[in-house]
Antibody, heavy 119, light 107 residues
Framework: QVQLQESGPGLVKPSETLILTCTVS????????WSWIRQPPGKGLEWIGN???????NYNPSLKSRVTISLDTSKNQFSLKLRSVTAPDTAVYYC?????????????WGRGTLVTVSS | DIQMTQSPSSVSASVGDRVTITCRAS??????LAWYQQKPGKAPDLLIY???TLQSGVPSRFSGSGSGTQFTLTISSLQPEDFATYYC?????????FGQGTRLEIK
């Protein structure tokens, strides 16, 4: 079972860039899709995007102009960069993994990290 | 984007009850559908993928069915630990999208 852990700042100022990292501590980056999902307080889940171990990416069009997801196989990590944040970007951010055998379902999730956008 | 609509938005039930949650896709997604359970303050847990395949370790009282645009998650006999929020997710195309969630509460 893949284990994931998010890390990054809990507070980001408006207009700045949010950077989160997900460390894969059990298993390898190879062979899976690696995703970011967020959940505003008291609301539902929003898929942000993913990256395949080959490096190809897919993004939610609603965020595409501000988002970059990247992979560092040497460190077994992948990252989320969200530019020009505003208050609606306040959410719990989860990283997750999906093996191709799960047909797009995300079988392993990090615990999530709350990011608040505020000055 | 494919819209996923769950019903009901919330349901009250008792231990031992049979509960069914429905998820409808705005266009056909084959069986590219997953179901998750989320408890307060926790990350979602995968219950079912490919519309009807039980994830390893998930109790057999959970089952899923459907294809195309209509899907159901059934809990055959509710246990106390099943009271949570349930989400469906389509993985047929990007962006992946989730239903709005169904909150299962104790009656």
């Amino acid at each position: 079972q893949v284990q994931l852990q998010e890390s990054g700042p809990g507070l980001v100022k408006p207009s700045e860039t949010l950077i989160l990292t997900c460390t894969v501590s059990v298993g390898s980056i190879s062979g899976n899709y690696w995703s970011w999902i967020r959940q505003p307080p008291g609301k539902g889940l929003e898929w942000i995007g993913n990256i395949y171990f080959s490096g190809s990416t897919n993004y939610n069009p609603s965020l595409k102009s501000r988002v970059t997801i990247s992979l560092d196989t040497s460190k077994n990590q992948f990252s989320l960069k969200l530019r020009s944040v505003t208050a609606p970007d306040t959410a719990v951010y989860y990283c997750a993994s999906s093996h191709t055998l799960l047909r797009g379902a995300m079988g392993s999730w990090g615990r999530g990290t709350l990011v608040t956008v505020s000055s | 984007d494919i819209q996923m609509t769950q019903s009901p938005s919330s349901v009250s039930a008792s231990v031992g009850d049979r509960v069914t949650i429905t998820c409808r896709a705005s266009q056909g997604i084959g069986t590219w559908l997953a179901w998750y359970q989320q408890k307060p303050g926790k990350a979602p847990d995968l219950l079912i993928y490919s519309a009807s395949t039980l994830q390893s370790g998930v109790p057999s009282r959970f089952s899923g069915s459907g294809s195309g645009t209509q899907f159901t998650l059934t809990i055959s006999s509710l246990q106390p630990e099943d009271f949570a929020t349930y989400y469906c997710q389509q993985a047929s195309s990007f962006p992946n999208t989730f239903g709005q969630g169904t909150r299962l509460e104790i009656k």
